[in-house]
């Protein structure tokens, strides 16, 4: 029978087989699909993998940075790219949600399509590619999903003609988390909530600037910190914070305010497709809105999403 350990000792002598001494290049997103893909890999063949992981500028709160020291840490042969500037000034006035979606998928196959280049006489391209994806073809997380929708854009960049490896293909999400435990990854990185490809440009609505990322990562640092700390993270399936284009009225001493209004966002789930709202306390609500309008420069409303899918999906972009 199918166990974590065996799959993994199976899968390593097939990579050494598949990939020889020939070199991968592989791009990690910080979720649980590419890290695992990751760390098989290299197991399998060790330097010979070179991971590519990409600061889009739309990533939460210190993501970048600790994410690159977990994997540095993990002993993976991997270059952390900043590419937020280049991002966020393609980005620049673009409001339509499919446009965001367009744009950051191009500049994403075009800095990576860059940096692996740099790499020299690489043949294959990994991805973390799971079972689900396989079937529907479409994968909702990760490089690998900007990848394949955006491949129709002018030919082919030169890593797409790789050959392909995906170690997960047969696997599903659970069975890619025991095998993740197995291969000694830390459990906070494995039971990590989805998070989407384009980030938190489909969580601020109408365009996005520098200073609205900020806002939206400072709310949602206090939001999925709060979580964590009262022991809700675990009970949710996904959550995050979004910036509304709309500005309200408030009161701070003797002034009136005009400043921005947020919605906070936690849904239960098991695959996505359809969602409920998560009942969180009244008392943790009350504190986590508290903490954002005192602490958070230029928000003085905070609302909380009680919608379910369907009809609502559970972002708003
Ligand atoms: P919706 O909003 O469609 O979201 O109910 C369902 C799941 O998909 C994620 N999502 C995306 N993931 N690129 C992604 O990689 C996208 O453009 C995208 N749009 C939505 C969303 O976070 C949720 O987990």
Redesign the pocket.
């Known amino acids: 029978s199918w166990t974590p350990d065996n799959f993994v000792e199976m899968t390593v002598a097939s990579l050494k087989e598949q990939v020889g001494s020939e070199k991968v290049v592989l791009g990690l997103s910080g979720g649980v699909d590419s890290t695992v893909a990751a760390v098989l890999l290299n197991e399998a063949i060790g330097d010979q993998l070179y991971c590519i992981f990409v600061n889009n500028g739309l990533l939460r709160k210190n993501e970048f940075e600790n994410v690159l020291h977990q994997y540095e840490g993990m002993g993976l042969n991997v270059k952390g790219v900043d590419a937020s500037a280049r991002f966020l000034e393609a980005l620049a006035g673009v409001e339509d949600p499919e446009q965001k979606?367009k744009i950051i998928g191009r500049v994403f196959i075009e800095v990576f399509d860059d940096e692996s280049h740099l790499i020299e006489d690489a043949k294959w391209l990994g991805q973390g590619t799971i079972y689900p994806d396989v079937i529907e073809s479409i994968?909702?997380?990760?490089p690998s999903?900007?990848i394949k929708s955006h491949h129709n854009v002018g030919g082919l960049p030169d890593f797409m003609k790789l050959k392909i490896v995906e170690p997960l293909r047969m696997l599903f999400k659970d069975e890619v988390r025991r095998v993740g435990a197995t291969l000694g990854i830390d459990p906070e990185l494995l039971g990590r909530h989805?998070?989407?490809?384009?980030g938190l440009a489909?969580r601020i609505l109408g365009d996005i600037t520098p200073e609205k990322v900020r806002i939206t990562q400072e709310v949602d640092a206090i939001f999925i910190n709060g979580l964590k700390e009262h022991g809700l993270y675990d009970k949710v399936w996904?959550a995050g914070a979004i910036l509304l284009p709309v500005n309200s009225v408030g009161v701070m001493g003797d002034e009136r305010t005009y400043e921005k209004c947020v919605a906070l966002r936690a849904v239960e789930s098991t695959d996505?497709m359809t969602?409920d709202w998560v009942h969180l306390p009244y008392e943790f609500l009350q504190k986590i809105s508290n903490e954002i309008i005192n602490r958070v420069k230029g928000v003085n409303r905070v609302v909380y999403d009680i919608s379910s899918?369907p009809p609502a999906?559970?972002?708003w972009e």
């Open positions: 979606r994968s909702v997380n990760g999903a900007t989805p998070f989407p490809g384009p489909i996904q996505g969602a899918k999906t559970i972002e």
